[in-house]
């Protein structure tokens, strides 16, 4: 699974720069960046084929060395949220592979990241100030419609996560 950094995000942990990743299914790219809400540090993860996303409040340069760790047990708290069995998530995982720092993905991506940072923005009253954890947020990301590279239509990323997976 392909993470790409953002150069926030590389500064705010202090990471040199990463390479870029060899091509892979948008399915196991995300794209990671660091934002202030409501005045901590926190990660955001956008999922580069389905806009599905995650926000980690509280984060610390010292979580440096535990961030892929976090991204995962986000990615799949987060997913099963959505309604996936643990199967279906151990599954992806498996597909997806090991988990790479990488370069982002394109101006496209990084565009629906940029996206997703402003609706977090827009909705930063339903932030859990006591939580790291944000599910109301991640709730907001993915159950508004937006729309993705290769659809015509504006869809909810959780639905495209499902329609994703499902074929898989």
């Not at 799949?76 to 990488?102: K, P």
Request: aromatic content about 8%; overall charge negative; hydrophobic content about 40%.
């Amino acid at each position: 699974m392909q993470l790409g950094i953002t150069i926030p995000m590389e500064r705010f942990f202090k990471m040199e720069k990463p390479p870029y990743g060899d091509k892979t299914d948008d399915l196991f790219c995300w794209e990671l960046h660091v934002i202030m809400l409501q005045g901590r540090p926190s990660l955001i993860g956008v999922n580069c084929g389905t806009r599905f996303a995650f926000v980690l409040a509280g984060v610390d340069p010292d979580d440096k060395d535990r961030l892929l760790l976090l991204t995962e047990r986000e990615i799949c708290d987060s997913f099963m949220e959505a309604g996936l069995s643990e199967g279906r998530i151990e599954a992806y995982l498996d597909m997806a592979g090991e988990f790479q720092i990488t370069k982002t993905h394109g101006r496209s991506q990084v565009a629906y990241l940029n996206k997703a940072v402003d609706l977090v923005m827009w909705n930063d009253i339903a932030v859990d100030s006591a939580g790291t954890r944000q599910p109301i947020l991640n709730d907001i990301l993915n159950r508004t419609p937006t729309k993705c590279t290769g659809d015509p239509e504006a869809e909810r990323p959780v639905d495209r996560l499902l329609e994703k997976l499902e074929k898989l």
